[in-house]
């Protein structure tokens, strides 16, 4: 049986390569939680308020709905964003996806999920890779989602992001 996960980015060129590239890459010590995922398994990208660097105005979203394709194994080649690398990794088949800078806030729905036992401090538990969901979390998160996604390829442009030159 497939389980759910919320994947947490933090970092707007992070979500532009986990989102186009449709791979999700996990940091060099976090190979035991990145291993728990399996094919099959259902994904919901989250974007934390400072993902785009300005976490006054942004809100944390779920903003998009995935499965895992591929198992999670080590890379060829690590992936770097910034001085972060990232050593683990696999293949994601997005299945919808919202408006950039849109989706499904997640604090709205932090005191409907039991993934959060104390509501007061749910931020904490977000400071991870990957969460996994309870069924009746993920059957409320995806609930909640549906409306906002579009299909991948009429969304997915905008998530294409290329770094001001210095």
Not at 16 to 26: C, L, P
Not at 85 to 107: I, N, P, W, Y
Request: proline share 8%.
């Amino acid at each position: 049986m497939s389980s759910a996960h919320l994947l947490i980015i933090g970092d707007r060129a992070a979500l532009s390569w986990v989102v186009t590239e449709q791979r999700m890459a996990f940091p060099a010590g976090r190979t035991k939680v990145a291993r728990t995922l399996e094919e099959g398994d259902e994904i919901f990208l989250y974007t934390t308020r400072g993902c785009f660097r300005n976490p006054t105005r942004d809100l944390g979203r779920v903003v998009a709905r995935a499965s895992v394709a591929t198992p999670v194994r080590a890379l060829d080649e690590p992936v770097v964003f910034g001085d972060r690398s990232f050593t683990e990794g696999c293949r994601l088949e997005v299945s919808g996806l919202a408006s950039f800078r849109d989706g499904l806030v997640l604090r709205d729905l932090v005191p409907r999920l039991s993934v959060f036992p104390d509501p007061a401090t749910w931020s904490v538990r977000m400071r991870r890779a990957s969460l996994p969901l309870p069924p009746e979390d993920a059957d409320l998160v995806r609930a909640e989602l549906q409306p906002l996604l579009r299909p991948y390829d009429e969304a997915v442009d905008a998530y294409r992001w290329k770094p001001a030159p210095a």
